[in-house]
């Protein structure tokens, strides 16, 4: 984990902020120190039917959720959760500057319990790793 969803309107997918989110976060999610580089899943989607504020074509947005496993305390939650939203922020801030937009990030943390994995990427990544 993580495993990221962003989510933007279509009026600003071919913005060149938007064209790097996904490394931008990818990269960000990985400078908190706390995930593992097997469990970094980044997916990006572009929403062509929505409304947005008072319905003006212009309004756009980005949502981005970050789903993270169970068992890091609150101040590790944060620390990684601000630290990714900063660089989104960062990031968006000149599109931000030059049109109506909107931007959400949320973490959720997965279920201890009910999270399931069926995962062999740490293997293949250590000996990709072990190869160079």
């Not at 970094?40 to 947005?61: E, K, L």
Request: proline share 5%.
């Amino acid at each position: 984990m993580p495993h990221a969803w962003i989510e933007c309107s279509a009026n600003i997918v071919d913005e060149p902020e938007v064209q790097q989110l996904k490394q931008r976060i990818y990269d960000a999610a990985l400078q908190t120190g706390i995930f593992p580089l097997g469990g970094v899943r980044v997916r990006f989607q572009v929403i062509t039917d929505y409304i947005v504020g008072d319905g003006d074509p212009a309004n756009s947005f980005v949502h981005v959720v970050l789903r993270i496993g169970a068992g890091r305390d609150l101040e590790t939650r944060k620390a990684a959760a601000d630290r990714v939203f900063e660089q989104v922020c960062e990031l968006l801030k000149p599109l931000h500057d030059r049109r109506p937009l909107a931007v959400a990030f949320e973490v959720q943390e997965m279920s201890a319990d009910l999270n399931y994995k069926f995962n062999n990427l740490h293997e293949y990544i250590n000996q990709r790793a072990g190869s160079r």
